[in-house]
């Protein structure tokens, strides 16, 4: 069973900023892309963010210019750097594969409001 450990969530302002991370194994770390996803309550799950092995990233519409993925090959961590958080932005946050494989985290609650 894939283990992935996300942390780093938090109740936030608007306008504020937050930085995720996430542990991941180090043989799904070197296999493929990664990528962010969300849950807010009574919605899918959906895309957020990804990162290619080479460093391509992607993003969603509604975090672009706002959300960075990064990764680092020396510690198996995946990050997203969120800035300009919008009360929307809150769900609970989950890092997988890109495209995203059975198994996932409990996930880090991000919540945007004043």
């Known amino acids: 069973q894939v283990q992935f450990v996300e942390s780093g969530g938090d109740l936030v302002q608007p306008g504020g900023s937050l930085r995720l991370s996430c542990v991941v194994p180090?043989?799904?770390?070197?296999?493929?892309?990664m990528g962010w996803y969300r849950q807010a309550p009574g919605k899918e799950r959906e895309y957020v963010a990804s990162?290619?092995?080479?460093?391509?990233?992607n993003y969603t519409n509604s975090v672009k210019g706002r959300f960075t993925i990064t990764r680092d090959g020396t510690k198996n961590m995946v990050y997203l750097q969120m800035n300009s958080l919008k009360p929307e932005d809150s769900a609970i946050y989950y890092c997988?594969?890109?495209?995203?494989?059975?198994?996932w985290g409990q996930g880090t609650q991000v919540t945007v409001s004043s």
């Open positions: 180090r043989n799904i770390f070197i296999a493929g892309s």
């Open positions: 990162i290619t092995t080479d460093e391509y990233t």
């Open positions: 997988n594969m890109f495209p995203s494989i059975g198994d």
